[in-house]
């Protein structure tokens, strides 16, 4: 009994030391893709198990690029939501082969998961209320600014206030909608948060002519595509078929599917062209943490 | 898996490590933060503990009372309070009051969950401290009335002192509850330790490190309130009484 444990726990030494998931994928006909229930456009889910968005289906076409060079007939895709906090440990712990959601690409991050090349470069941004006469982060000084709990715009706020010397008070919303509605309800007179989240739920509001995007760029994240580290050949495998799909222009094509068309389930339309960062990103693929962009 | 213990002396701006993990000059560590939300944690629990102890006794007594009027108050306080789950309750405190009435408005949210953490605990705690007098024989009330008492003298004492022995351990568990639950305060911007562990492992991509030493304050300050009843309860206990060794 003692023995056949050893044997399995070197069995998953071994299997973590060597990710191959490749042959994983070879081996079983299926692989894990991680997706996320409500990430704006790029990830989520439309009830009863069906996963769209901008990441999913890039993803799938990833995927079905993969089935074609390993020669597989047939490949089962099965999906598994993930979170915040347990996205990276699914993806270290093999639970999930590649992570299609909403990750920001940063060098703490790069110490436990590898990622693809960008995809979309997100702007943190301002959005207050039209009538405020708000119109740049200096004028916050004094005034009430919601974010999202378990977000980097917390931190980037504070750093904003150490280096510009602007006080303002921090109320923090347990999610997205929650803080939405602490701008809806004049608790906070600014929400700062990603460009597309800010979009997605004006798009969402009530009355969307109420609310307005205003300001300088507060810092911009690069978001990829979540994979294991230290599997060069799957990774490989992902970045050529992502940087043929930005070659061809289909990136193009899905972003406006995704960003500028109406989706489901509700045929809204997010209406947020691709900003400069993310084009500059498809003309030169990369995978850059969001510290090399800071530098700039 | 490795551990990175040294997270918790980076400065919450740059990222570097600190040297003695405390920062100066106005820099924050993460480990300033920590003890920061423990310290919001407490006093969270510990003010809405006082308001749950207050008014969870006064319904608790209404509840055995003759007078009709102050027992049906009595219910519908612990049924209110008791039948509504605590986060909606925290957001009706939040949210909705202030909508309805304007000048709750500027009332700083660390007040409103104290109330709402307090009277959510208060029908839990009217509930034992009304089963701990009901627990009592008839006969003690009467005889107190017949003692010449007035209703709130036979109350003071004569039931009061072995209820409150009674019910020492249900208290003790709500008091440990009432830390527990103190991290619903997160949904309502209070810098609180539930907060600070969402927060620091999405800076510090640390979760594990991060939710470990969380959980060790919760645990701590749990223990500490459960050895502090403890030792009330020896202290207090009286030989020969109801419920005392």
Known sequence: MKKTLLV???????????????????????????????????????????????????????????????????????????????????????????????TTNNAARQKDVAFAVTTFVEEVRIAVKANSGITGIGQLNGKSVATTTGTTSVQTLRKHERATGVDFKEVFGKDHADSFLLLESGRADAFVMDGAILAGNIAKAKNPAEFKLVGEVLSVEPIAIMIRK??????????????????????????????????????????????????????????????????? | MTWDWQVFCKDTIDGEVRAGCFGSGGDITYLDWMLSAWGWTLSVAVLALVVALVVGSLMGIFRTTPSKALVALGNAWTELFRNIPLLVQVFLWYHVLPALIPPLKSVPSFILVVFAL???????????????????????????????????????????????????????????????????????????????????????????????????????????????????????AVPGMVGSK
């Open chain 1, 8 to 102: 399995l726990a070197m069995a998953v030494a071994a299997g973590v030391a060597h990710a191959d998931t490749l042959k994983k994928i070879k081996d079983s006909g299926a692989v894990t893709m991680g997706v996320r229930e409500s990430s704006g456009a790029l990830s989520y889910t439309l009830g009863d198990g069906k996963y769209v968005g901008y990441h999913v289906e890039i993803c799938q076409k990833v995927l079905a690029d993969v089935q074609k060079s390993l020669g597989l007939a047939k490949l089962d895709i099965k999906y598994q939501p993930v979170t915040s906090q347990n996205r990276i440990p699914l993806v270290q712990n093999g639970t999930v082969d590649i992570e299609c959601g909403s």
């Open chain 1, 230 to 296: 230290d599997d060069p050949a799957f990774k490989k495998a992902v970045d050529d078929s992502i940087k043929a799909m930005m070659k061809s222009g289909e990136i193009a094509k899905l972003w406006s599917k995704w960003f500028e068309q109406p989706i489901p389930p509700a045929n809204t339309k997010v209406g947020m062209p691709a900003n400069d960062n993310t084009k500059a990103a498809w003309a030169n693929p990369n995978d850059k943490p969001m510290e090399d962009y800071a530098k700039k």
């Open chain 2, 118 to 236: 307090g009277f959510f605990t208060s029908a839990r705690i009217a509930e034992q401290v009304k089963a701990g007098i009901q627990s009592l024989p008839k006969g003690q009330r009467y005889a107190g009335l017949a003692m010449g008492f007035t209703l709130p003298q036979t109350y003071r004492y004569v039931l009061l002192p072995m209820a409150f022995r009674i019910v020492i351990p249900p208290l003790t568990s709500e008091s440990m509850n009432i830390i527990k639950n103190s991290s619903v305060a997160f949904a309502v911007s209070i810098a609180e330790l539930t907060m600070f562990a969402m927060q620091a492992q999405e800076e510090t991509s640390r979760g594990i490190e991060v939710y470990l030493a969380v959980t060790g304050l919760y645990f701590a300050s749990a223990f500490v309130v459960n050895r502090i009843a403890l030792f009330i309860e020896h202290r207090v």
